[in-house]
């Protein structure tokens, strides 16, 4: 499985980006899909998932602003990001589970990764 992240770039505060991750090689439908970010100097940090059957996590700095979704028919994952911080600032990460671990948020649990999109959310 190759994922192939895109969408990031610089925005200012308050304003909205959309990821994509498009996957290639295997269908996604049964796959655990996940973002995550990193930030210089810190470490990968959990930032959403979405379950085969539709279930979804979040991170708690981003409950409530960021929304995951997926779209099977396109093998397509999407981040959309509202009300972004100058802490959101970070390298953003798709990443796939195929063996259904439990904990969506681990990121060890994730066995394909793409190669990540930056996000930069100016003051």
């Known amino acids: 499985v190759q994922l192939q992240a895109s969408g990031g770039g610089l925005v200012q505060a308050g304003g909205s980006l959309r990821l994509s991750c498009v996957a290639s090689g295997r269908t996604l439908s049964t796959y655990t899909m996940g973002w995550f970010r990193q930030a210089p100097g810190k470490e990968r940090e959990f930032v959403a998932a979405?379950?085969?059957?539709?279930?979804?996590y979040y991170g708690d700095s981003v409950k409530g602003r960021f929304t995951i979704s997926r779209d099977n028919a396109k093998n397509t994952v999407y981040l959309q990001m509202n009300s972004l911080k100058p802490e959101d600032t970070a390298v953003y990460y798709c990443?796939?589970?195929?063996?259904?671990?439990?904990?969506?948020?681990?990121?060890?649990?994730?066995?394909?990764w793409g190669q990540g999109t930056q996000v930069t959310v100016s003051s």
């Open positions: 979405v379950r085969s059957g539709g279930r979804t």
């Open positions: 990443a796939a589970d195929s063996r259904g671990m439990p904990g969506a948020w681990g990121v060890y649990n994730y066995d394909y």
